[in-house]
């Protein structure tokens, strides 16, 4: 079944049924969906749609390609009308409580008899058995339970978040990473199967140098602040008007005593190695800072990039939007909103030179496309109208 409007031909064909509500679960969905998928939004009738929520940038950035149906799946009616668009489906992406989806009937034994070929994604905050199997977990939840803001922050702040929704993005990524594996594996079986993630699995899985380095070292990583945990200089320093980030592999040690004017610094037992850098990390601070606040954050760009050492500027999100590199990759879309309006949104964050994504439908309204999608499943319209009449839909 295709989509009537994909955003792009590389996922076109692809049917997936999107269940998911929260965060994790729609960006997964919308990997999908910049990619062609025809992405079928399945809401619930009679949650009261949120209008001004709706019409945020956060809501309309998460479901922009999408269209939206509302089934009522607490209904055999509704279930059973499911169930019709399941045979025709290639995926369903839930992110409910993993008891949930057997009360409803979208558990995976359920919706493999129905179709063999559906691949199942569900992500749960702890996972699908287990002790926690049933606690409700969010993203800053998981950050703390990931040890993720035990190495964030400055020591001797207590605990920091991250200031997005890291364990959301990174698990939804991953779960859309997930399902196109499962694609190409079906490929070769020509059998679809159940892909879990959890909120924790991704995010503890993504710490990936401090998880290495306690599973692999058993090191305990702490909080560096802006210093990296390993390298060493790699710190935000002041300058005479701001800041700057110098972030040096070991390998360029060499070359960031040339630029700081310390060449006696780089055959010295005291700093010559890694080893021994890691140890003297506050004195070599206090080096590099003592250059630095001397001069220009624009000057220490033109110092460092000539060195050849890897710098950059400290921004806040609209000096990183107006950056000249920023506006040559052009990193926003545009689509025709709800209201008539240009809205733009962040574009997909990789390219593909033959099959591009687009923004090409804005975030649908509330259940605007029940009928539409519902007759290209093969529904009549008297059955529609039965299925409104029985409340199974809206």
Known sequence: MLNPQPASEALAGLVVLDLTHMRAGPVCVRQLADWGANVIKVDRPGDPPDFAGRQEGDFQNKHRNKRSIAINMKTQEGRAAFHRLVKKADIVVENFRPDIKHRLGFDYETLQK???RIILSSISAFGQDGPYKDRVGV???????????????VPGDG??????PIVDICTGVYAALGIMTALYEREKSGQGQWMQTSLIESMMFFLDIQAARYVADGIVGKQVGNEHPTGVPTNAYKTSDGYINV????????RVC????REDLIKHPDYATREVRRKRRKEINSIVQDFTIQHSTATLLEIFQQAD?????????????DDPQAQHLGLTQSVIGESGKEIRLPRQPFSLSRTPSTLTRRTPKFA????????????????????RASAAIE
């Open 114 to 116: 129905i179709n063999p």
């Open 139 to 153: 993203d800053q939840i998981i950050q703390g339970m990931s040890g993720l803001m035990s190495v964030n922050g």
């Open 159 to 164: 605990p920091l978040r991250v200031g997005i």
């Open 247 to 254: 972030a040096p592999p070991p390998a360029m040690w060499g």
């Open 258 to 261: 040339k630029a700081i004017g």
């Open 309 to 321: 050492v890897p710098c950059g500027p400290i921004y806040d999100i609209k000096q990183a939007y």
């Open 368 to 387: 605007e496309h029940t009928d539409e999608v519902l007759g290209e499943f093969g529904f009549t319209q008297t059955e529609i109208a039965d299925l």
